[in-house]
């Protein structure tokens, strides 16, 4: 069975730093499109950031552009999500997700057509 794991979420302050890691189980990541999402308490899972298959293309939500990073690493078979200048609004579910595709680039706007999901890890900014 195909699965996700997400690590590296926890508490931080507001303006502090965290790296999520997206590795899978099961299967190399080396031909999959990957997202990240998040979902506040309350409120609707919302797309952060993905990477095109080959990582050529990325794309971020307009609340984190310049201030999270999103890279993979092929050789260690996992993504890593570097996230800087933290804040509270930041709190929520991180999760990533996957999907095989020969679609050249990544989407964000919408978790559909991501076919293989994490559990999520929590991330909380606050002070």
């Known amino acids: 069975q195909l699965q996700l794991v997400e690590s590296g979420g926890g508490l931080v302050q507001p303006g502090g730093s965290l790296r999520l890691s997206c590795a899978p189980s099961g299967f190399t990541l080396d031909p999959y499109v990957i997202g990240w999402f998040r979902q506040a308490p309350g409120k609707e899972r919302e797309g952060v950031s993905c990477?095109?298959?080959?990582?050529?293309?990325?794309n971020y939500a307009d609340d984190v552009k310049g201030r999270f990073t999103l890279s993979r690493d092929n050789a260690k078979n996992t993504i890593y999500l570097q996230m800087n200048s933290l804040k509270p609004e930041d709190t929520g579910v991180y999760y990533c997700?996957?999907?095989?595709?020969?679609?050249?680039?990544?989407?964000?706007?919408?978790?559909?057509?991501?076919?293989?999901w994490g559990l999520g890890t929590q991330v909380t900014v606050s002070s």
């Open positions: 997700a996957a999907v095989r595709t020969a679609y050249p680039g990544c989407w964000l706007r919408t978790s559909a057509g991501y076919k293989y």
């Open positions: 990477i095109s298959s080959v990582g050529d293309v990325t």
